[in-house]
């Protein structure tokens, strides 16, 4: 459909994710991604790392290449920039870990992202 235009508001990231060729994300009535899904999967960089562990999350924080650390009921969520590493050290401080999956962000854990805390111009995808 050239020259046509649909907007599909919805609460539903998935399926905008799968159906917007454009997608704008608002934080407290600004604008802080407008851009293509593939752009903005693009711009949040990192993995997810989620198992259950017995180390604290003071621990998590300080391996390398992990960003943020996150509790989710009995797991912990680590977003890192060298999967390979992170799995190596968090192998080495437990090895009884269990549960482990490692995936990309969705767009709803970008989007928790992109409205985590008051808009700025600084961060914005576009």
């Known amino acids: 459909m050239k020259g046509k235009t649909i907007v599909l508001t919805t609460h539903y990231l998935e399926e905008a994710d799968n159906l917007a060729d ?3 994300v608002m934080n407290a009535g600004k604008i802080v991604a407008d851009a293509a899904p593939d752009d903005i999967h693009n711009e949040v960089s990192g993995t997810i790392v989620r198992c259950q562990t017995s180390v604290l999350q003071d621990v998590l924080r300080k391996l390398s290449s992990v ?24 192998l080495g401080l437990d090895p009884k870990l269990s549960d482990l999956s490692v995936s990309q962000p969705k767009l709803e854990d970008i989007f928790s ?11 914005q995808i576009k």
């Not at 797991?75 to 590493?85: D, K």
């Open 113 to 123: 992202e992109l409205t985590a805390s008051a808009p700025s111009e600084k961060g």
């Open 22 to 24: 454009k997608i704008m």
């Open 67 to 90: 960003g943020t650390v996150s509790m989710s009921g009995r797991f912990s969520e680590l977003r890192t920039t060298l999967v390979n590493q992170t799995l190596t050290e968090l």
